[in-house]
Nanobody, 124 residues
Framework: QVQLVESGGGLVQAGGSLRLSCAAS????????MGWFRQAPGKEREFVAA????????FYADSVKGRFTISRDNAKNTVSLQMNSLKSEDTAVYYC?????????????????WGQGTQVTVSS
């Protein structure tokens, strides 16, 4: 089992920045690729970013590329999402997820463990 707890969400003005963090406990963290997903009101949950167990390989959704940066600290069992130049359309509940492979995936159905989510609201 892997337990995931997100933090760092909140209210920010358009153009601003937020940093989300996800703390993991349980199994060996570096054995898991990690992903961030989000769900906006009335929409399906979608992929945002993912990172390999080593931190070398990173994937981003086109909608966030160049604005968001995913990173991880395997010594601290954390994964982060730095979000810059936020837009109103980034408003969503953001979820951290763990995938039991080293190489990341954009497919949410491949992720085994999920956090409870953290709300990000961007005001225009």
């Amino acid at each position: 089992q892997v337990q995931l707890v997100e933090s760092g969400g909140g209210l920010v003005q358009a153009g601003g920045s937020l940093r989300l963090s996800c703390a993991a406990s349980g199994r060996t963290f570096s054995n898991y690729a990690m992903g961030w997903f989000r769900q906006a009101p009335g929409k399906e949950r979608e992929f945002v970013a993912a990172i390999s167990g080593t931190g070398v390989t990173k994937f981003y959704a086109d909608s966030v590329k160049g604005r968001f940066t995913i990173s991880r600290d395997n010594a601290k069992n954390t994964v982060s999402l730095q979000m810059n130049s936020l837009k109103s359309e980034d408003t969503a509940v953001y979820y951290c997820a763990a995938y039991g492979k080293l190489y990341p995936s954009r497919r949410q159905d491949e992720y085994n463990y999920w956090g409870q989510g953290t709300q990000v609201t961007v005001s225009s």
